[in-house]
């Protein structure tokens, strides 16, 4: 089955900057690859998703690209700020896998004044 | 992607006991709905694809015994944890894929406190 990998699981970063994080895929067949935020103790909710025939998308401060190569993904947020820090998943689908999700360890990600 | 019901979102019961927690999709008929379980600190993981009329798909190592899904309507999934135990104490979500999109909708989650 699909096995996705995270990192960081922590990521520091000062008001302003950028954060970045980083997943890796096994399964080929995967085609969607969307990205949660999750507050404590809520659902993930769906911050941006791309799929398999795109290799970037940006919504606002918040990007995601896409190597089907490499089979990685990654999150780019732009000018954090305070309210971004949550635990932030991401994951990938296949239709062939039975329509599920799988889900990357998550990232705890803390913006700091 | 459809909107999805989940109840209760607390509860606390006796070891030993059974808990059940419902899953409802609101607008959308829902052949398949998921069940994951999120530990502390930790990601979801998919125990079982509940299928509509049939028997749920469980993941491996995930006792199907203990955790009795339950979807005998397109709008209504349960999860029963059977005798439960401290070690189940943890975050339950359900999730509607309505296959339009890649519409994937979590429901509120299910906080379980086995004492």
């Known amino acids: 089955g699909e096995n996705v990998e995270q990192h960081p699981s922590t990521l520091s970063v000062q008001e302003g900057d950028s954060a970045v994080i980083k997943c890796t895929y096994s399964?080929?067949?995967?085609?969607?690859f969307p990205w949660y935020k999750q507050e404590l103790g809520k659902r993930p909710q769906l911050i941006i998703d791309?799929?398999?025939?795109?290799g970037e998308k940006k919504d606002q401060r918040i990007a995601v690209t896409l190597n089907k190569t490499a089979k990685h993904f990654s999150l780019h947020i732009t000018e954090t700020q305070p309210e971004d820090s949550a635990v932030y998943f991401c994951?990938?689908?296949?239709?062939?896998?039975?329509?599920?999700?799988?889900f990357g360890t998550g990232t705890q990600l803390k913006v700091e004044l | 992607g459809a909107v999805v019901s989940q109840h209760p979102s607390r509860v606390i019961c006796k070891s030993g006991t059974s808990v059940k927690i419902e899953c409802r999709s609101l607008?959308?008929?829902?052949?398949?709905m998921f069940w994951y379980r999120q530990f502390p600190k930790q990601s979801l993981m998919l125990m079982a694809t509940?299928?509509?009329?049939?028997?749920?798909?469980?993941e491996q190592g995930v006792e199907k015994d203990k955790f009795l899904i339950n979807h005998a309507s397109l709008t209504l999934s349960t999860l029963t944890v059977t005798s439960a135990h401290p070690e189940d104490s943890s975050f339950y979500i359900c999730s509607v894929y309505d296959g339009t999109n890649y519409g994937y909708t979590f429901g509120s989650g299910t906080r379980l406190t086995v004492v």
């Open positions: 994951a990938a689908f296949s239709r062939g896998g039975g329509n599920k999700l799988t």
């Open positions: 791309i799929r398999s025939n795109v």
């Open positions: 399964d080929s067949a995967s085609n969607y």
């Open positions: 509940s299928n509509e009329g049939s028997k749920a798909t469980y």
């Open positions: 607008d959308f008929q829902a052949t398949t």
